[in-house]
């Protein structure tokens, strides 16, 4: 235990200093007075978050900790842009730490069951239709909507319910695929058949609902022309990338860029590898409280979380490496989407929620052997 | 707001350069290390619970050529019980589907029972099938659950058994087997949850040694006695158990031992 916790305090202490150095060399360049302000919050939020007494609220410390460090790095990248850019950036992340508390909570109280599955896909699939029913609404959630049917479609299976859980699948794929957003659909169709394959164990389904997607799919291509990649230029500014900080700094750069791509020219090719890096920890950390889970509902959850962030990541840098020929959307975390940050910090609260429940079994146990005695 | 001159930022810029990528991957590498780090003290915690997770055993009493009568097996609390080796509980009998029935513990219920399509199984004699609701017939301390050829004794652990906590109790220094009655185990008039649970003395050591049990902590108090639900009578085909002292458990097969491959898997 002792162990465990000096391995806490010693990740704090890297990650303040990290931060502290990093906001502190541009805001002392530049006297920005948001860049001071920055070099405070942003390790004070870590530090807040990370040594919040686990009684008060629980949270996964290690899944926490790499995804607090991620936000951190897309607050850093924007620096270039200018101050403000990187302080809209930090209270985007700031607005989307309510859903961290949110997804946790909601784990911790909702129990899987007919009426919740049915509310939930039902929910997740009307986010889904909004503009297609509204087509002006400026709000059009697309992430949110599939971390709701993923809980919708988890619950449903925890029910031993095959059909419905197909059914509401298949339903989400078809409206992504009307949205024109091939990726987010094959992105959540991947990370559904992998799912249920892993908490039906059947074959027959798992080869129906394949085949089903991917009668979909092709229906769709022949009737859609295929939008653009991003374009053969990402090869050449990776391989422009210094591997640490550059000699001289950059200049500032347009902010329709990708973040993921700005972060490696600012700071160099071993930042960009401690992000990959930090996003395999916590999918590591996913798939580690999914074996734990007691529960098939838990570690569905966990499940599809992992394979939902996993893939999207995979699909992100296959793009960058031009082996994927359709835009792939954002590195997780690394997004100045709004929507896309509070969809991520979502399955960071529903990680913590499942640790969490985790903890309270083990706990149980004890009280149990206790009472045995 | 304070700033840099120009000589001064350089120097710090080129420290910089060095520095935060280190403390980056420091980061990382330290990250990494508390996750093995939770992941040993949580393995280390399961080791002291050898129990945890799990509501109780099942005991075969009538198996097949593959799986002797008095082997156990540890209960999740949800699982799957089939022939084939990816399942919870692998049951290698004729009659048993590769993936048979699903299993979840309900608290202040028991074990439920859940059928898959075209699976039968029977609970104290009452079939269950896919349509029939699990919470109709619980398995409770002392159910026999029959699934093809083989029949299975659920033993839960005694503080599962009731929701409020017993008095502690000081560990036996030693509790005979209580030996099996000299007639028929599940008389109409004696429901099978009515019986006392079985303790064994801390010498015989009838558990295998993967994953280790302290015989005082499981089945060191009574359970209160359960109602029992209204039961059809149990069919004839019931086999009948020795009347005799019963002999040591045999540890459960281990699972490359002449199961079947999930081909599914």
């Given at each position: ?165 197909l059914l509401c699948a298949l339903c989400g794929l078809f409206l992504f695929l009307l949205r024109s957003d091939p990726v987010s659909g ?188 | ?155 839960l652990f005694a503080a599962l058994d009731n929701t409020a906590a017993p008095a502690p109790q000081s560990p036996p220094d030693f509790v ?13 008039e004696q429901p099978p949850f009515s019986q006392a649970p079985f303790s064994f003395p801390a010498e015989q050591n009838p558990f295998p ?57």
């Open positions: 235990m002792r162990k465990h916790v000096s391995f806490r305090f010693r990740v704090l202490a890297l990650l303040l200093l990290f931060f502290a150095g990093s906001f502190a060399l541009s805001a002392s360049r530049s006297g920005s007075a948001s860049l001071w302000l920055l070099t405070a919050a942003v390790p004070g939020v870590i530090l807040f978050l990370l040594l919040l007494p686990s009684g008060l609220f629980p949270l996964d410390r290690p899944s926490l900790a790499a995804g607090l460090t991620l936000c951190g790095l897309s607050i850093l990248a924007p620096v270039s842009f200018g101050p403000e850019e990187a302080l809209s950036q930090a209270l985007r992340c700031a607005a989307a730490l309510f859903f961290l508390f949110a997804g946790a909570v909601l784990l911790r109280i909702y129990r899987p069951s007919l009426p919740g599955s049915v509310l939930l896909s039902a929910l997740a699939l009307g986010l889904l239709s909004l503009p297609l029913w509204l087509p002006g609404i400026p709000l059009s959630p697309g992430d949110g909507a599939s971390a709701i049917l993923l809980l919708g479609v988890v619950s449903f299976l925890s029910l031993r319910l095959r059909l419905p859980a094959g992105i959540w169709t991947l990370a559904f058949i992998l799912l249920f394959w892993a908490s039906s164990g059947s074959s027959l389904w798992t080869g129906i609902s394949l085949c089903s997607a991917g009668g979909l799919f092709i229906f769709w291509i022949l009737l859609t022309p295929l939008p653009d990649s991003a374009g053969a230029s990402v090869f050449s500014r990776l391989s422009a990338m210094s591997v640490v900080l550059p000699e001289s700094v950059p200049e500032s750069i347009l902010p329709e860029d990708s973040l993921f791509l700005l972060l490696g020219e600012q700071y160099g090719l071993l930042f960009l590898l401690s992000a990959v890096l930090l996003a395999v920890l916590l999918l590591i950390r996913g798939a580690s409280l999914a074996l734990q889970s007691r529960k098939q509902f838990y570690a569905s959850a966990a499940l599809g979380v992992l394979l939902l962030l996993g893939i999207r990541a995979l699909a992100f840098l296959l793009n960058l490496a031009d082996l994927l020929p359709l835009p792939a959307g954002s590195f997780p975390f690394l997004s100045l989407s709004p929507e896309t940050l509070c969809t991520d910090m979502f399955f960071l609260g529903i990680l913590s929620g499942i640790s969490a429940r985790n903890e309270a079994d083990l706990s149980e146990d004890v009280r149990l052997s206790m009472l045995a005695r | 707001m304070p700033q840099a001159s120009s000589q001064l930022w350089t120097i710090l810029y080129s420290v910089a350069r060095w520095i935060l990528p280190a403390l980056a991957a420091l980061s990382v590498l330290f990250i990494l290390f508390w996750l093995l780090s939770d992941s040993r003290s949580r393995h280390e915690s399961l080791r002291s619970l050898p129990g945890s997770g799990t509501v109780g055993e099942l005991v075969v009493l009538s198996g097949s050529r593959d799986l002797d009568p008095n082997t156990w097996f540890p209960v999740p609390r949800e699982g799957i019980l089939g022939s084939v080796r990816s399942c919870d509980l692998v049951i290698p009998c004729p009659g048993v589907q590769p993936k048979h029935l699903d299993f979840s513990w309900e608290d202040g219920v028991g074990l439920l029972i859940h059928p898959r399509s075209g699976c039968e199984a029977l609970v104290n004699g009452i079939p269950l099938t896919c349509r029939t609701k699990a919470a109709s017939a619980p398995l409770t301390h002392g159910s026999l659950l029959q699934v093809g050829s083989a029949v299975l004794r659920l033993h005979p087997p209580v030996p099996l009655p000299d007639q028929e185990p599940f008389q109409p040694s993967d994953p280790p049990f302290p015989p005082e902590q499981i089945f060191a108090a009574q359970p209160e006695p359960v109602q029992p639900p209204d039961s059809a009578p149990l069919p004839e085909t019931f086999p009948q158990p020795e009347p005799e002292p019963r002999p040591e458990a045999v540890p459960r097969p281990r699972r490359s031992d002449r199961w079947k491959e999930d081909l599914g898997e």
